[in-house]
């Protein structure tokens, strides 16, 4: 037997979404464990980002470690406006770039 690894690209998550282990689920045809990077609790940034797996299999003897990897879209933050106590008026001020703008 061969051993085999399937990973299916997972959902796309929301830029601040800590990244958590229902992304972790790489299978295997034969027994072993699997490391994963970046670790559970990751904040990743936003585009597309690379996750990795390592598999150990429990029958060295017969079967090496092997890699995988798949793609996770990580969605921009969307800002939708200050909350209170700041009060905008339902409008966006528009600065220029890297100006300093007084909050009061």
Same mark, same amino acid.
């Given at each position: 037997? !061969?051993?085999?690894?399937?990973?299916?690209?997972?959902?796309?998550?929301?830029?601040? !979404?800590?990244?958590?282990?229902?992304?972790?689920?790489?299978?295997?045809? $034969?027994?072993?464990?699997?490391?994963?990077?970046?670790?559970?609790?990751?904040?990743?940034?936003?585009? !597309?980002?690379?996750?990795?797996?390592?598999?150990?299999?429990?029958?060295?003897?017969?079967?090496?470690?092997?890699?995988?990897? /798949?793609?996770?879209?990580?969605?921009?933050?969307?800002?939708?406006?200050?909350?209170?106590?700041?009060?905008?008026?339902?409008?966006?001020?528009? $600065?220029?770039?890297?100006?300093? /703008?007084? $909050?009061?």
């Amino acid at each position: 037997m !061969t051993l085999q690894i399937t990973w299916s690209n997972p959902q796309a998550i929301d830029y601040g !979404t800590a990244f958590n282990s229902t992304k972790q689920n790489a299978q295997a045809n $034969v027994l072993g464990s699997f490391a994963y990077d970046p670790l559970t609790g990751t904040v990743l940034l936003s585009g !597309t980002q690379t996750l990795k797996a390592t598999f150990t299999p429990t029958d060295t003897n017969n079967y090496n470690s092997a890699n995988a990897q /798949v793609t996770l879209a990580v969605n921009p933050y969307s800002f939708t406006g200050f909350v209170q106590p700041v009060d905008m008026g339902s409008v966006f001020n528009k $600065v220029k770039l890297g100006s300093t /703008v007084p $909050v009061k």
